[in-house]
C-alpha cells in the first residue's frame, strides 16, 4: 500500500522554491520562540497560571477549535467536499455547533465546577475507580490511534513537500512533534494553537479564492459540479442521502440529526479530553462556559474555506475527477491529496510557503493535542491513580516526560494503520464511534439519573464499545450493506443505544450512590446557584453572556443553512 | 518538558510552590513578551512584506496562469499587513496590564490545579 502510495505521489510533489522554505522556517522559528519564553517566563505554577488568567476568553475559544482544526480535519474534510459535496457542511453545522453550545451551557459547570483535572476523573466522581480506569484506558488507545492518523497526515505531506516515502517521512514527522512538545510544552500549547489558527486560516482563504477564481467563480462552480458525476444534489446540504446512504430522505435526516448531530458530534465535543481540556484552563466559570461558544463561530465559518476547496477540486483536477468518475483510488491517489493537489496546481511560490506553514501547523495543532491529552490520562489516572500510587512527584514528572517518547513512538505504528484506509475522515469517524459513543451515552445518563450506579457506567460502556465495533465488523464484512460513512453513523447510534440500555438496567438492580455525593455531579441535585456564575470584572458587559454568544452562533448556523439548502 | 508536566501534577506544583515563588516576585517582563498579539503581528508582518515584494517582483505568467489571473501573492500580502497593522494597533490601545497583587494572591489561594 504505502509503495504504491510513494511511487503514485510523485507527481503530487509540491514545488517549493527557496523563499518558500524561508517562511516555512520563519514559522518554525516563531513556534519554537514560543516554547522558549514559555520555558524561562514559566518557572512556577503561579507564572503558567497567569500566563493564562492573562488571556481574553476569545482565545481560549481559538486555542479550542484550534486543537480540532488539525491536519486530518483538513485533509479529511477536504476530501469529503470533494466527495460528497456540500453535504459535507454537516459535520460542522449539525455536528459541532449544537454540541460546543451545549458543552458551554449546560455541561461545563459540572465539568468547571467539580474540579475534575481530567474526563476519567470526573467519572471517578461520579461514579467509581472503575469506570475512571476503563475509560483512562480507553482514552489513551483512542488518543494514540487519533495521534497516528495526524502523523500519517504530516508523512502525506512531508512526501509531498519533499518526496521522501512514507516509510521515511511518518517517523521522522514523529521526531519533529517529539521535539516541538519537548521544547514547547503543555504551558505553550494555548498560544501556539492561536498562532496556528490564523496560520492555517492563510493557507485556505487564498485557496479558496483561487479556485474560485479559476472555476469561474461560484456560478461557475454550481455549474461544474451539475454537470460532473455527483450531480446537482451535491450543491445542497438536506437531505444528504449521499452522505448517509440511506435512500429514504426523511430516514437520511434523521440518520444525519441523531447519528451525526446528537451521538457522534455531542460524544466527540462534551466528552473528548483534549477538547475540554482547553476549557478546563479557563481563568474563570464564565470564561470556561464561552470557550466553546466563542469557538464555535469560526468552527461555523470554516467549511466555507475548506468544503469549497473540496468541491472545487473534484471539478478542476483531473487526478481527483478521475477519482470520483472512478468512485475511489486511482493510480493510488485518493480523495485524501485534494488538499495537496490543490496547493500544487493553484498557489504560486510566495504564497505557497505559507500554505505549507499552514499545514504544518495543523498537523502539529491535532497530534500535540492528542499527545498532551493522551500523557495527561496516563500518567494521572492510570499510573498515579492505578498502577504505582504514592510515589514522589518527581517520579511522575519522569513518567510524564517517557509517556510522552512512547506516545510518538506508538503513534508511528498507528499511522501505518492509517495509511491503509481509503478516506481519513471515514476512519476517524468509525473510530470515533467506538470510543467516543459510549461514554457520551454513560456521561449524559449519569448527569441527568441519579439512579445510575458506577458499575453501570463500566458495564455500559464497555457494551456500548462493543456494539460500535461490532457494527463496524458487520459493514466490513458485507452483512450490513453501508458505506463506512453510513456504517459509523449507524455504530454510534448502536454504541449510544446499548450503552444507555445496558447502564439503565444494571442501575436498577443496584444500590445508587447517596444523594449527598452527588451534589455538582448530577443536574437535579444541584441547586441553580452552583450552575451559573458570576457577571463581574472581566465577566461583566452584555456580550459576555455564554446564553447571547450561544444565540447568535445558533442563529449563524440557521442561516448558513437556509442559504446552502 | 518541564512545563508540559506541571500541568498535570498534582502536587508540589500546585497552590503552595505557587505562594512561595509568586506573590512578592515583581511584575515579569516575560508577561509582556508574552503577549500573543504581538506574535501574530510579527508573523503577518513578516509574511505580508515578503509576499507583498513577491507579487510586486517575481509574478509570472506561470504564476497567473496558477492563480486564473489574480495576483495572490501581492493581495494576500496587503490583507496579512492589514492584519498585523489591526493586531498591532490592538496592542497599542489595549495594552497587557500587569497582575495587580490582589490577582496574584487570587492565583496563589486558588484550590483549582494548574492544569491545561
Known sequence: ?565 | MTDSSEGHNPAGTGPADAMQTGTDAPPSAAANLFDLRTIIALLFLVYGLVLLIMGLVSTDAADLAKTGGSNINLDMGIGMLVVSLLFGLWVVLRPLKPPTAEQLAEAASDDRPPGH
Open chain 1, 1 to 565: 500500500m504505502t509503495s504504491i502510495l510513494a511511487q503514485a505521489n510523485a507527481d503530487v510533489r509540491l514545488d517549493a522554491s527557496a523563499v518558500d522554505y524561508l517562511l516555512v522556517a520563519f514559522y518554525f522559528l516563531l513556534v519554537l520562540g514560543i516554547g522558549y519564553m514559555a520555558r524561562r517566563s514559566v518557572s512556577s505554577s503561579l507564572d503558567f497560571l497567569l500566563s493564562g488568567r492573562s488571556m481574553p476568553a476569545w482565545v481560549t475559544g481559538l486555542a479550542f477549535i484550534s486543537a480540532n482544526l488539525g491536519a486530518l480535519e483538513l485533509i479529511g474534510m477536504m476530501a469529503n467536499g470533494a466527495q460528497y459535496g456540500i453535504a459535507t457542511v454537516h459535520y460542522y453545522w449539525i455536528g459541532a455547533i449544537p454540541a460546543m453550545v451545549f458543552l458551554g451551557l449546560v455541561m461545563m459547570p459540572f465539568y468547571y465546577g467539580s474540579k475534575a483535572r481530567s474526563v476519567p476523573e470526573f467519572l471517578a466522581k461520579r461514579f467509581n475507580r472503575t469506570t475512571q480506569r476503563i475509560q483512562g484506558v480507553i482514552f489513551a488507545v483512542a488518543s494514540i490511534l487519533i495521534a497516528g492518523v495526524n502523523l500519517f497526515a504530516l508523512g502525506l505531506i512531508i512526501e509531498a513537500l519533499l518526496g521522501w516515502p512514507l516509510t521515511v517521512a511518518i517517523p521522522v514527522a514523529a521526531l519533529v512533534v517529539l521535539a516541538y512538545t519537548t521544547l514547547g510544552g503543555l504551558s505553550a500549547a494555548i498560544y501556539n494553537e492561536v498562532l496556528q489558527f490564523f496560520v492555517i486560516l492563510a493557507l485556505l482563504i487564498p485557496l479558496t479564492l483561487v479556485g474560485l477564481n479559476r472555476v469561474g467563480g461560484w456560478n461557475g462552480l454550481v455549474e461544474k459540479v451539475t454537470a460532473g458525476p455527483g450531480g446537482a444534489e451535491q450543491l445542497s446540504s438536506w437531505p444528504g442521502t449521499e452522505l448517509t446512504e440511506i435512500a429514504n430522505p426523511v430516514l437520511s435526516v434523521i440518520g444525519i440529526v441523531f447519528g451525526l448531530g446528537f451521538v457522534l458530534s455531542f460524544g466527540y465535543w462534551t466528552t473528548n479530553f483534549a477538547e475540554v481540556q482547553r476549557a478546563l484552563s479557563a481563568k474563570s466559570m464564565s470564561a470556561a462556559r464561552r470557550t466553546p461558544i466563542i469557538g464555535a463561530f469560526p468552527k461555523a465559518l470554516i467549511p466555507l474555506v475548506v468544503v469549497i476547496p473540496g468541491m472545487i477540486a473534484a471539478v478542476l483536477l483531473p487526478q481527483i475527477q478521475a477519482v470520483k468518475a472512478a468512485g475511489g483510488s486511482v493510480n493510488g491517489i485518493t480523495y485524501n491529496d485534494s488538499l495537496t493537489l490543490l496547493m500544487k496546481d493553484l498557489l504560486p511560490n510566495g504564497i505557497l510557503g505559507v500554505a505549507i506553514a499552514g499545514l504544518l501547523a495543523a498537523f502539529m495543532a491535532g497530534m500535540a493535542a492528542n499527545i498532551s491529552s493522551f500523557n495527561t490520562v496516563f500518567t494521572y489516572d492510570l499510573w498515579q491513580d492505578w498502577i504505582r500510587p504514592g510515589k514522589s512527584d518527581r517520579y511522575y514528572l519522569q513518567v510524564g516526560r517517557w509517556v510522552t517518547v512512547i506516545g510518538c513512538v506508538l503513534a508511528i505504528g498507528t499511522a501505518f494503520i492509517a495509511s491503509g484506509s481509503q478516506n481519513l475522515m471515514d476512519y476517524i469517524q468509525a473510530l470515533f464511534s467506538f470510543f467516543n459513543a459510549p461514554l457520551f451515552a454513560i456521561f449524559i445518563l449519569g448527569l441527568f439519573w441519579k439512579r445510575m450506579t458506577g458499575t453501570a457506567a463500566w458495564i455500559g460502556l464497555l457494551s456500548g464499545t462493543v456494539a460500535a465495533v461490532a457494527v463496524d465488523l458487520l459493514v466490513r464484512f458485507d452483512v450490513l450493506q453501508l458505506s463506512n460513512q453510513a456504517g459509523s453513523f449507524v455504530g454510534a447510534s448502536a454504541a449510544f443505544i446499548v450503552g444507555v440500555g445496558v447502564a439503565a438496567l444494571v442501575s436498577l438492580s443496584g444500590q445508587p450512590k447517596p444523594e449527598a455525593e452527588l451534589t455538582g455531579l448530577v443536574w437535579s441535585l444541584t441547586p441553580r446557584s452552583s450552575r451559573t456564575h458570576t457577571a463581574e470584572g472581566d465577566d461583566a458587559g452584555w456580550y459576555r453572556s455564554p446564553q447571547l454568544l450561544a444565540v447568535l452562533v445558533l442563529i449563524l448556523v440557521v442561516v448558513l443553512y437556509i442559504i446552502f439548502l
